[in-house]
């Protein structure tokens, strides 16, 4: 399956950012793309939660949603949302952090809202508090889809090995984690937990990412690291990004899987042990 990463500098305006996503999906899919591919909160990148509160919309409104499905069912390709910001009506006002994957018929085939939430001082004048403005989900997802089973993550979620491990035990060939990365741990740890994690599950992996410095108009600035990557079952990076928006391409396929599974076949050496 040729899969195009996009790597995109998402601002806080969705309107904006869904017209942009979309001319990049249309140029990878006339380039050939069965399965596209965008990185964490495609749909807007604040810092700003009064910023938040005024542009995202709940699921059934959202209008990223509703033009990537519309684009995807015209052009009959695959699409991973690496996620949207969106309202939930949940009491406590927090959003969900959702990533979809849609169909070539431009269904809704799964939705993944992510489980760990990135609360972490990473210097010391840089803190995020993900878990104040958004509501973490409950349940691990994978999809079967005719050229691969995919197991959804998004971001700090690429920390918790056991969700991958668990995701490829359920059949999962295709990992996916789309990020807004920090450029501080970024630059200290991105590279080596995606190769980790494609690694120890035999897996393809495949991070589309934010990039760049990310609207400054209105709230604080942000900044992600990019580096979007795409790393073999075998561990090899096949793509790299840079730190500004590109298309990064790979043809997916399952004997990669088979075959690193083959060689090494850890994912299914798993032992019970007691302790520690
Ligand atoms: O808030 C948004 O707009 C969207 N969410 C994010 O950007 C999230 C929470 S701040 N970022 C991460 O998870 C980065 C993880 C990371 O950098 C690490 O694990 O080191």
């Not at 390709?77 to 969106?86: D, K």
């Not at 491990?165 to 200290?188: D, I, K, M, Q, Y």
């Not at 495949?206 to 990310?214: D, N, P, R, S």
């Amino acid at each position: 399956m040729r899969s195009a990463l996009l790597q995109l500098s998402s601002t806080d305006d969705p309107a904006e950012n869904l017209a942009i996503t979309a001319a990049r999906i249309e140029a990878a899919v006339a380039e050939g793309a069965g399965f596209v591919l965008t990185p964490e909160v495609t749909n807007c990148v604040s810092a700003s939660r009064t910023r938040q509160q005024a542009v995202l919309q709940q699921e059934k409104d959202d209008i990223t949603l509703a033009g990537l499905r519309d684009l995807a069912a015209r052009r009959g390709i695959w699409l991973s949302i690496g996620s949207l910001a969106l309202k939930t009506g949940a009491a406590d006002g927090r959003f969900a952090n959702r990533s979809f994957l849609i169909g070539p018929a431009g269904d809704i085939v799964a939705r993944y809202d992510k489980i760990h939430m990135f609360d972490v001082q990473v210097s010391e004048t840089e803190t995020y508090r993900e878990s104040a403005g958004f509501r973490p989900g409950t349940a691990a997802v994978v999809v079967e889809t005719p050229f691969a089973t995919l197991g959804l993550s998004i971001c700090y979620d690429l920390r918790f090995p056991q969700l991958y491990r668990a995701l490829a035990h359920a059949g999962a060939e295709v990992l996916l984690v789309p990020s807004a990365f920090s450029p501080v741990t970024g630059a200290a740890h991105w590279q080596p937990l995606l190769r980790a994690r494609a690694i120890e599950s035999g897996a393809w992996v495949l991070a589309a990412a934010q990039c760049g410095t990310h609207d400054a108009v209105r709230g604080k600035q942000r900044t992600t690291y990019g580096h979007s990557m795409a790393v073999a079952p075998w561990g090899e990076i096949l793509a790299e990004a840079g730190e500004a928006p590109e298309v990064l391409w790979v043809d997916l396929s399952r004997e990669a899987v088979d075959k690193a599974r083959e060689r090494v076949p850890s994912l299914t050496d798993d032992r019970d042990f007691t302790g520690p």
